[in-house]
Structure formats: structure tokens, C-alpha cells
């Protein structure tokens, strides 16, 4: 239809009413208007059949409302009543005026008379961009006109295409104005087959269990899990399923059409006109569909409608109250989610991301349950540790350096001894089975959710449809046609060229500001990093000089927990902020379609997030006490900074705490406190302020129909924020599982939480969203991957060099005398002769400890002082550097090849759905030749009936031209019968 | 159809014939076969049509032989010819019977009929088994007898489906029959609506490129390749595609039915036949498939008929000619292949094989540069090399210990010098470049594969169609439903439950036979591999010994080239047997459908070959010089034989030598001896033959009709052993490219013979394969991506482990003293004492080199003679093994991270493909909406000529079911237009 732009660039949009509107009703919807008119005259009656009162029908209270639009109308009274009743009459003549031309249906001499009666009617009008993005320069008045005109066209197009609609300016909300859609049978059917939906067909089938054992044994199972069901009765007995067939109006008979009402349901329904709706497109001076419309504020709104009330008093039953009993309820926690039910009254892609939770937190529960056990066996073995029993053992008492300059003087190795035995809890072989284990884990959580997706597929009859074909009925974003159009404009000025879509280099600008922004986003996140570091640095230091001994005692603590508790401050802040930043960005770069918009999206706040996230985990896992020095030449930050240290075996202690903080805090402040605690803030808020308004506002919600109420919720923003969440929980649960095995066990709390929380989100708190079809989670599956398989990396490396595993391995295997960890602790330490110290870096009092000290200890593979090259580093550091090196390789390796294996040994398609899809194929085969033959015996009755025909055509087939005619009569015969 | 099977489960299959196939034919078809024999009778006259002459067409020369069946018949003479006329007979009976019985339909009325019949007439029939292989213990008339039974009821069969066949027993090979299958037009659309085919309608469009200066620039680069492509017009203009559609009788007017006879190309109408051929199954006791069939005998041979001949004398061009003259060709080697008319020739899967190997040829040429300009750079740079300067400097002569015990003596570093300058072609900096280039050369081809595959499947129309839906056609193989039979007949007698597939236990003795096969192959291998090295240690020893000087000073070159030989020979030898044994081991553990049976062969093949391939390049690689022990406590086999050690520098030379000798004597022998020599050595036989015959034979082949002439040709068995060739090359140019990096060149130069080899084959040795549909080459893009893999680990191993690449870098940055190479040969080499030498080790001669010896050097890591801890290893050693094993894992994630980068960037789909996908969908919905509306136009002037029943059907949508029969009216309306 945009062929208006390259004839003409300079047509105006701004048609008189009449004129434009009445060349674009089709004729033969005129009664429909009229009949709707009258309606809407007499309508708004209190007294009505309940399906009107409810606002889920038009007013004659059996066409079903599918969509709704809502708009700004200006409020009666004053000079705005006259705007409003030359609305009224622009109706009227547009009616008139389609009796008039109703045969003129050709495009171009609508396009002429629309142009004669632009230069006869029309005051001279704004520029485009003025009337799209609302500028100043023009009244408001006229601004709405064009607004009440460009809805006339669209309108008009949306009966063009068949669908009913209704019009309600005067509800019990002034100002806003609703465009009731209704899609007749015709229309569905239409529709339907272009969609290509997958419908049932009347042809059932049992759905057999493999073999007898099998079968005793799931039912036994299922019997024993049935309080854990939801109670949602399923419509269909469970053995029994209906054949599906891509939905085509050709082979109507097949399909059950006995209640034609109910044969497409109410997210099919709204989903057929949401296609109508993004395929409509006004022809003004380029295309505007909906989204257009949407953004440019003609309409203000476009949802369907939730299918009744969760009010407990209200008698009727639907799929939504059933879906906030049985599902969206804390109540029911424990229970399996209604997927089918959901996926009924969401659609298929909200249906996935809610299997998919439920598998994951399902997954979640064994892991917790290894996790547990792993930290008990740490536990139950921590008195039988040597190296933290040589530690605690008064006798063998180590005089060690002093952890920081001049101020901090020497100390007993026997002081870290409870920091020795809490790291045992997380760093003992356990660990390294554990996190093979969780690598494994992850592997099977992959294969298992490409295992339930594909049942769903099955079972929601998404087989054979591609997710391309619905990918490529992605229509353009408003952003972005409006931004092709003002390249177009200034280029009209230069060129005659026809712009038709945006360039890398129209792009440039914003990919810049993008790279930019992200590095420098990054970076702050890095200099928050560095900043927390010097936090902790400084503060010892100052504790540390504190001459109460209480303090000093506890200065380990103290700073470790406020630096974590910083750190999770900033992380949560930096979440919102990088949210913003990359919603931002993406705005910038105007991607085309709204697939695309989300993929950046994505990327982008995964990114940001993930670094933000886990940044101050990795330094503390790989650089912290790495970047120390020795003593005698102590590396320092500005000079007077001395780096910080790990205590004795601590890292991967701190690593743990900072670990549990950033999860634990990051859930209960995210999860509860925004999500729960918010929306009830905001309930209250609106309370006092209706009590303000004397009930007023609350009395009238209650009398507000289905299509009000809805409007007064939240509008669906996609399902982003809830994978991206759970994502960045899976980074947590995997990451740094070896370091910290409880993750699993508070991520499966968590999650018990999110999943009734997001289910009241959707149930109570938002509009019904479109339904959409997806057969997999998309992107994010590959996220997942990416994580699972940078977990695997990033355990290796915090099992070889975070943990002390290797080197107690190395120990005990090439230098221990006896083969046990007897003289580990010793072995990994080095000699300093605190003579060598610089000058003003020897501690203040150094004879803290009582006696004067000649030789201090210090953490590290160096050789003594007394060797050839004093301080250098030793042959022992380079073994074990070796062995974990070789360790990482080892582990890395092994790890993949055995998720490759899991991979390949787990079938992506379960056994029984494979054989189901396979059964159904054939007996789809066997329907249509059963339909052949009923064809051909047909044919063969008329061709005896007429002549020995057919005979001569199957032995002479030249003449090929007489077969067609033939063909085409018995197909013809089977649609009579 | 297997209900007989479940209701009675003995019903014998020997009926006789008149009985058997007087139920089977329907009786609408019994003209045809009238008809048909007929023509029988009075055909086979020489004179004829030319294409009835070329036997491509039936006997009346217009109808197109699709398929043809072939079966033995036995010689006219003697006894047989009595036989003969009984065969003639039971035809004659059919067709009488046929009348009688033609009104009785039903199944188990015929059923019942067909037992009372076998009762009255047939003799005692022997057991199905012995019908079905023909096991000793019957007549050979009698198992013939059955046999055309089995034909007539399968033939039969085939006529129900609506196919036209024509028999010919009579022709010029004697005891050889010929069932020539034909499918009418109606047929073939009945079947090409069932595949889905996507056929081209009548609605073109334009091509159109993206923007003015790309068109200029490819217009320009497509006129500078003209001479490249080869001289095949393809039909349409480039620029105008059809829109295709899936095929339905439906909407037969969207189609281009001007030329109904080459609407369904040759592949098309023979793989129809062929999916008719596969569902059809003979209802014996057990149904019994083409498969069954074509195993047990009853027919010998199944296969289309190519379209002409490829001689140059006739004058008639077919699709065939062209492509022996434009493809096949070795004149055309440096000309791109004519995919399109190798697709519309062979089908897609062969097709997708001719392309991949086609683009992978072609990414060999970048690669092959890059490698042979690392090669000219390690000769260029062979003279500035400082360690093969210092090894060869005369002056810092270093004396080093004995290879060998006793006989060996003393040597000097210096006569390495050839050696040390020559592996510096292999190892220097550039390597490692090109290992990098050479993993990302893999992901690009990755890539790249990907998105021709893409738009191969655009142009060939193949989007939207599901592989999974082929596969799901699958029927199993004619073994397995053996296999089950016989299971369900030895269980028959003792439970009644019916046996439907091979259990887990039914195939557990061949998994275990495979298991235990596959490791004692790999067993095999790796004590070939030991032979090996014990023939290199023992022959070097003798030589050793030997007195000729000359003898000696080859030592080196003999040993090592005799040994890369025999392993060469060995690897030749075990891949044929090993290709034999994974044909076996799949044969045993009968696998369902010919898909499965392919995926287990080709995975058994595949390890079998590679571990054959590569286990002596890996022992070269990784542990060949490493188990050696040091001087004075060596490493023994058997007790006597030293393990072999390397020269100097000298494994990566080893390596290269020996990848050299495998990769290009695989190449040659397997590829020119095996595929060249091999059919020319059978044509000179048969030649020879002829002559002995006096040119009776080849005079006869001339005069051949066409199906005649297939016949004589091999039968088409898959790709598998194509692809497996290219596979372990692909090993070859991507494993070991860090030792050798002129692989990739003669990988090319292979390649290029390669193509027009297998084309040869395809177009003149095979019989016409029957065309596969395909997206993807399927498993074998898996085995790619994995050997894409492994390569990278095996690189930075080969970079890491066997060449110096690491010490010297560890050198030169940490220990040289003034930052260069030199001392670096020094420090390598540790010391040794020759009194140290263990009693009865030191070398006989002493004094060799002229001065006696007291310290002697060898290559290793260790602590020199006079330190505390004597021949322990060193801190350098440790050193380089930690630096080492960082570079394998920096280089194993950096490469694979770069792959996935490279994989992230390139899209799978080609920008231009997919609007072109997108431009076509929108097309087809605005054909169809334009339809939509040209029927509601038309219901519109019915419905005003009717009365005004429209409008109250808008408003009052209540009344449905009204709508349906109208509904149903209006797609009758259009049909008729």
C-alpha cells in the first residue's frame, strides 16, 4: 500500500473527515455501522443481559469483545463539546457519504478524490512530523482532529478486514474513549489458515504407554504425586488425544466445529485480531500500522481482555480465577504448576517461561540436596582436617609477618585458627566432586529442558511449526519507520531516491555511543571495585590502630562484612542504572523490529549485569593475595597502600561470604522488597488517597466493566526481566558453585517464592497479554549454555588456584615424608628474616608477641633467606603452578567431553514423544488416503455412470488437459459431502 | 494392514496364485492390465518410436518409465519353458478371476475367501522362513513359484495405488525381467500434495540486489568469473524467481500446468514412485515392504532410469550428457560445479554433498596459500635462526651421550645441523600464527557452509520443509522386520502377546559383540602402532652395528622413512578391514531404519578410521623421546630395547614426515590407485573377456535399451564413504597443522581430482540414485565441528608440547642473558658423567670422536652431575612445563572463544536470503489475500442477487452453523474460476 510515497511524496495527511473516511469503509459494512450506531444510541442503559454487564460482549451480548482500543477523548463541557459533537457528526457523514460512493473502489481514483477534497477542505496542515510527534506549532484542537481522523482510517481498514467493532466514549472513565473488537467466524477461519494454527480435528486417538510395566509403574507414580497436582481439571481424559491439522477451511469436516464459540479460545481469538492489527496499516504519507498509531498517540492503549474477575465473591468461574487459585497462590507452593491452563490463557511463550522455571527450580532440588550434604561432610570432617588441626595445635605455634606496615606487628599462626577450620567447610575434596557435579548438573538441565520443550511442543501441537515464520511476520517498530521517514525527508531535499531502510552508517552515531557507554559502564563498575578494595585497605589499617583491643580483635570481620554489604549496595543500584543505560542505548540504535530491539536488549543488559554481578567475586577468587609482594618489597597502591592478603587458607572463606551476601541479598532485596514490597506501597498510597477522595474512586472500580477494569493495569513489558533474573541466579548457582555449595539450596528457596510471585504478577497485576507462539525459549537458552559452559572454566580455575587442593595434593603425593598432610601447613610457608625489612615498614612494637622475633613465616613458595638466591621464587612454586595448570586442563577438558556425552546420550526427543509424532503422522496419512478413496470411489460411481472414461485416461495419459476439469469436479463432489 | 497378523496370527502366505491375486487387484484397473498385456503381446518389434528404442518410455512412447523393478526369470528351454507358460498362465488367471470377483471389496471377505481357497487348492507350503531366504529344503520351482506370487500380489498392489506397469521378460539379457513403472498425472499429484512439495507457481518476482554499487561491483565480479562457470544455461533468467508453493490439488490454478509432462521433473516423478514403492507392502503373515522384497530375492533390483546416454555420437542432449560434459570432466577442473543441474539431476542430498565439497575445495585455497607462505617464511628465515646456527657452528662443538647402548658411541651436536636447520621450517613463530588462523579458517568454513547451505536451500525451495518429516517416513529395513518376526515366531509359542520391536535385550549380544570389536580393533591399532616402534629401535640398533660407514650416516633417514612406510601400508590395509568389521558389527545389531543403520555404521567407521589414521601421528606427536629416561637409567622395553629417542629438535620433523608420507600415499593410493585404477582394471578385464567372447557382448550392450543398459551399472550405496574420505582429510589439514602446514595444499590439489572423480562416478559408473530430499548434510556438520574442536586442543599441544616454540620463548624472557637466542641450544642440554654409565650401557667405542669423554650432554631438564640432588629435575624444567600448559589453555579458550565469535558475527542466514524469504512470504499472503477478496467479491454479488443476507449475518452472528454451508459455497465458487 506505500505506493503512494514513491508516486506523490508530497500528498499531506491531513484529509478533511468526510472525505478520506468515506472512501475507505467498503460498502457492504455500512449496515454494520449503521446497526452499530443505533446500538451505541441506545446502549448504556444500567439494565442489562450480565455478559454486557460484565464488558466481556458488545452490546448485544453475544460477540465476544477480543481486542480492545482506547484513545483520548476530550472531556464534554466547555468549547470541547462543540470538538465532540463535530466528531459525532463526522460519523454520520461518513456513513452518508459511503452510500454515496460505494462503487468507486479503485485505489488511485480514491486517491484522486482524495486529493481534490484535501485542496477544497482542508486548512493548510502541519508538517508530518508535527502532527506524528505531537510538536507545538499547532493547536490542540487540530491536533486531535487529526488524531480522530487518522483513527477513522484505520478503523475504516479494520472493517475493511472483516472484524466488528463498537465504539464507547461515554464509560464511567471520562476522557478515554474504547474501541471494542470483535472478529467474526469468517474472519477466524480466515485468518487461522494463513497462521497456519495447528487446530484438532475430530479424529481421536489413544495415547498408549509403551509397554505394561511402564505403565503400572507411572500410574503408581502419578497416584503417589496427585496431591501434588493442581486442581485444574484437564478437559481431554488423559489417554485420549485429538489429531491436529494445520487449520485450512478447505478441509473443514474434519475439524469439530460443533460449538463453533468455543472452537478458537479467547488467546486465539485476541491473537487473530492482533495480527489483523499489525498488518492494517493507515496510508497517509507513509504506512502506519498499530504500533505507529500506538506510539504516536492516536490510540493510547491495545490489550485483551482477561476473561473475568478473581473476586471470590463473583459466582462464575474462569480461567483466570482458576489460574489465581490453583496457581498464583503461596498456598500452593509445593505444588506442580497448571502449564496446560497457563499456557490456555497466556499462550505458548509465557507458558515456556513458566516450565522452564518450574524445571529449573524441579532441577534445583537435587542440587540443593548434593550441595547440603557436600557442606555437612565438610562439616563432620573439619576435627579430622590436619592442616587446620597443625594450625589450631598450641605447640606448633608459627611466629608469622606482620599482616600490615609498621602498625600491625607479628602474630601466632594459631589466632587464624578458627578462619582454618570454617574455610575447611568449603575447600575439601568434596568440593571438586561437587563441582563436577554441578557441571554435570547444568548439562543435564540443559538436556532435560530441550527434552520438556519438546513434550510441550507435542502437547501444545507446535510440531512443524517454525519459529522463522514467525519471526519474518515481524513488522517494523514506530521508532523505526518514523526514523526511516525523517531520513527520507532529508534526503528528498538532495535526492529522488527512495529510502527504504536505515544504514550501518545512519547507525553509526548510536553504535558508537554504545561501545562507549558500555566500556565506560564497565569501568565503573571496575573503579567501584577498586574503590571497595581501598575501603577495606584503609579502614584495617585505621582499626588496626586502634588501641581497644576488642576492636582489633574483630577488625577481620567488621571490614570483610561491611565491604560485602558495600558491595551489594552498589551492585543493586548499578542494576537499576545499567538497566536504564541499555534500555537506553537500544532506544538509540533503533533496531527494526521488535525481535530485534529485544536481542540487543538483551545482550546488552546481560552484559552489564553479569559484569556487575560478579566482578568483585572474580577479583576476590583469582586476584586478591596474589598481588601482594613478599615481605621486604611489599607491592603498594599510591604508594602508601600495602595490598590486601588473604588470612591463612581465607580467600576462598571471603570468596564465600561475599558470595552468600551479593546471592542472599541480591534475592531478598530484589525479589521481596522490589517485587512484593512495592506494589504494596503503592496499593497503600492509593488507599489514602481514596480515602482522601471519600471512597469515590473506589466505589466506582467496582461498577467498572471487564474492558475498564483491564485498562487500569499494567501493561505486559515482556518476559525479559524475569528470565534475565533467573539467569544471573544460575551464574550465581554455577559460577563459583566450588567455592560456595549452599548456592543451590538458597536459589531453590528463592525460586519457590518467584514462581507464585510472578504467577500473581500475571494474573492480578497486568493486562492480558497477546498470546504468542514460540516453540523454545530462544536466546536465552544459549545464554544458558554460555554460562553453564564458562562455569565449568571458571570452577577449575577457583578449584586449582582459589582452594588449596592442589597444593595439599602436591604435598602429600611428592613431598610429604610419610604420604600424609602431616607438615603441610609448614611446608607452604616461606622464611623472612626481619632484618631485611625496608626501612619505616618493620612493625612499631616488636615485641607484641613477647619475644623478639629473628625469622617471621609468610604465605608463599619462596626460597629461605639463607639459600644461594634469597626470596626467589622457589622450584616447589613452579610444580605446583604446573600441577594446576595442568589440573585446569585436565578438569576443563574432561568436564566438556562429559557434557558432550550427556548431551549425545540423553535422546532431545523423549522415546514416547517420538513415537507419538510418529503414530500421528501415519494416521494423518491414513485419514487423507481413507479420503482418497472416498474421492476416487465417488469419481469411479459418476465416470460407470457416465462412460468408461477413466480407463482410457489412465492408459492414454495425453491428455493431460482433459484431467484438470475432472480434477477440479471431484474435488468439488468431496466438499458436498 | 497388519491386522491379520494380531487376528490370526497362522494364516499361511502360500496361497495359490489364482486365489491370492484375484483378491488383490481392484477391479477399476483391470483394463489396464488388459490393456497392458496387450501392447506385451504384440511389442518387441524392432521397430519402434526412438524413445520407446531408448527404452525410456513405455511401450505405446509416451508415457515415461519412472521406476523399474527387476526380478529373475528362469531361461526359456527344457523344463523351464513349462514353467514360464505356468507364470503366463496365473497372469491370464488374474485377470479372468478378476471379473469374477470385482464387486467384493471387502478386506476380510477377501481374507476369508483367500484361506478357503488355500485350503482347496494349495499344497502343504513350507515355513515362512525358508520362503523368505531361501533356505535349502524346497524345490527350486516351488521357492520361484513363490516368489512371482509374492510379485503378482505386490504388483497388484502398486495398480491400487494408481501406478502404470509394464512387463518385459522378453528382452535382449536373458533369465531377467522387467516390471517398467509408470505414474499418471494424477497420481503424482495426489503423492506430491502428501510429501509437500514444494512446487513453482505461476507468480514471478524480482531478484532484486540490495543497493546500486553492490549490483554494480557483483555484476563486475560475476562477468570477471564468467569463464569459471561452466556452460550450463539454467533455465529461468537470473533475476526472476517463481514463487513456490506447497503442491495441492486445491489451488491447482496457482500452478504453471501449461507443460504438465515436465511439471514433475524425472527426480521428482522417480522419488514418488519410489515413496508409492515404500508404503506399499505385500500383507503375507508379516507385511513385507520394496525392502523386504528387494533382501529376500523376490525382486533383484529397484532403480530409476537415467535420461540418456553420455556418448558422444548421440545426437539428443539430456541432462545427463550435459553434466558428463560440463561436471564430470576433468577438463573443468578449475570451473565451478553446476550445482543447480546436479540437484535437479540427483536430488538434494547429493547434491548438498557436491557443494559442500565444492566450498570446502575452495576454502582449501586461502588456506593452502597462507601455509605454503609460512613454509617460504621458515626457508627464508632458516639462515637467521639462532639455535641452528649455534648448532651448526663448528666451534661450540658439543659433545653429546650415545643414542644407543653399547654399539652407539659419543657424537657431536654438530652433525644435527641438517636436521635442526630443517625443522625450523616447521617450527618457528609463524606456526603458531598459522595454527591460529587455521582453527579460525575452521570456524569460517563452519560458517560459511551454513549459509550456502542456506541458500542453496532458498534457491532450491527447500524452506519450510522439515527434515524430521523425512525421517519420520522411514520405514525399517527389511532385517529388522526379519529380525521381529522371528522373535514374535519364537515367542508365538510360548505367551500370545504380539512382538513388536527389538528390545534393548534382544540386541544386547551385538552391542556386546561391538564393544568387545571395537576395543580389540583399537587394540589392533596400537599394537601395530608398538610394532612399529619396535622395528624402528630394533633396525636402528642392527644398523648400527653395521660396519659400512655409508650404512650408518643414513641410519637416521632409512629407519625413519621405511617405518613411516609400513605404517602407511599397515594404515591402508587396516582401513579396509576396519570399513568391513563397522559394516559388520552395524549388520549385527540390526538397526530399525536405514537412518539409523547409516548413523551407527557411520559412527563406528568413523572411530575406527580415525583411531587407524592418527594413533601413530599421536604417539610421533606426544610421547615419542618423552618415556626415555635419562643417561644412565634408561627406559626398557622388553628389557633390552632402548625407547627410541628424538634427534635434536627432531619429533616435529618426525611428525611432518610421517603426516606427509599418510596424507599424501592415503591420497594417492586410496584415491587414484583404488578409485582410477581399480574400474579401469574391471573394463580391461571385461575388455579382454569380450574378446574371448568374439565382441558379442559389446555389441549387444549397444543395442540395449536404456533400462536394460542401468541395469548393468552399480547400484548407488550412499554417501557415507564419500563424506568419511573427506572427513579424515579434513583431520589431516586441521589436527597436526601446527607441525605441517602444506597439508591444506594437498588437500586442494587432491580435491580438485576429487570432485570430478565422484562426479564421474555419480554420472557413468552408478545407476541414477533415487533423489533425497536434504537441508543438511546431517551428522557429518556434527563430526565436523567436533574434529574443528579437537584440533584446537591438539594444536596448542603439538605447539606447547612438541615444538621448542615454548623453552624458547621461557629462554629468552627468562633466563638469557642479554634477551636473544643465544645459549640456548646450552640450555637445554643438561650434563651427564660418563662414569655414571650403568655396567655394561657404556658405549664400545669410547673414543670415536677422537678425545675421550668425561661429561656428555642430552636434552633435558636436569640438574647437572655435580649439584646436591644429581640427574633430579630441575627448576627450569618445571618452569617450562607451568608456562606450557598456561599456553594450552590460554590458547585452547582464546581460539575456541574466538570461534564462537567468529560464529556470533557471521549470520547463519545470508542478509540477502533472508529478505528475499521474507519479500516471498509477504508476497504469497497478498496472493492469497487478493484470492480472499475476489471470493468475497463474488459471495458479495451472490449474496445482492440473493437478497441482502450479508448484513444480517455480520450482526447477528449467532446463527453459525447457517454460515458453514455457505461458507463451503463460496470455496466451491472459486474453484470454478
Redesign the interface.
Known sequence: MDWRMTEDAEVEVNLSPTSETEQQAPH??R??IF?GKFKLLKALTPEETSHSQQGLYLQ?G??RIDYVLTYNVKKPGGGRSMRHSTYLLTENAVARSLRRSHHKRDKRARLHQAQKAKAQLSPPSPTVADVELGCAGETLNGHEDHKAFRREEFEAKLRDMGL?LEKDEDGKIPGLGFVKIHA???VL??EAE?MKLKMPTKKVYEVKQSSSVVEKISSLVSKALEPLHPHVEEHRPKNIKHLSHTFT??K?HLFD?SD??SFFDSKTRSSIVFEILKRTTCTAKYSMGITSLLGSGVYTAAYPLHDGNINKESPESSDRKLLYEEWANYGVFYKYQPIGLVRKYFGEKIGLYFAWLGLYTQMLIPASLVGVIVFLYGCATVDDNIPSMEICHPRNNITMCPLCDKVCSYWRLSTACGTARASHLFDNPATVFFSIFMALWAAMFMEQWKRRQMRLNYEWDL??F?D??EA??DHPRAEYEFKVMQKSMSKDKKTKHKVEKLTFRDRLPAYMTTVVMMLLMIGVTFAIVFGVILYRISTKAALHMSSNPVTRSHVQLTVKTTAAIINLVVILILDEVYGAVARWLTVLEVPKTDKSFEERLIFKTFILKFFNAFTPIIYIAFFRGRLVGRPGSYWYVFESYRMEECTHGGCLMELCIQLSITMLGKQLIQNNLFEIGVPKLKKLIRYIRSKQGGFQEEERKKKLLRYETDHFLEPFAGLTPEYMEMIIQFGFVTLFVASFPLAPLFALLNNIIEIRLDAKKFVTELRRPVAARAKDIGIWYDILRGVAKVAV?INAFVISFTSDFIPRMVYQYMYSPDGSMHGFVNHTMSYFNVSHFQDGKEPMEPLYLGYPVEICRYKDYREPPWSLTPYEI??EF??V??VR??F??VF??VVLLMNDVVDWLIPDIPKDISLQ??KE?ILL?EL?MKE?RVKSHIL?SRVSAGG?A??S??????N??T??PR??LH??ST??F
Open positions: 457492504f459494512l449496515d454494520v446497526h448485544d453475544q460477540r466488528v467474526p467466524w469468517n477461519c480466515r494463513f477451511r478447505e473443514l466445529l463453533k464459540d510440531t512443524g517454525e522463522e515464520e519474518l511476520k572454566i622457589s622450584k613452579w610444580t603452578l604446573a595448570l595442568a585446569v586442563i576443563q577438558n509424532i510418529h503422522k496419512v487423507f482418497e469411479e468408461p477413466f480407463c485416461r489412465s492408459n492414454n495419459n495425453n493431460y488437459t484431467a484438470h480434477s477440479s474435488t468439488n466438499k458436498s
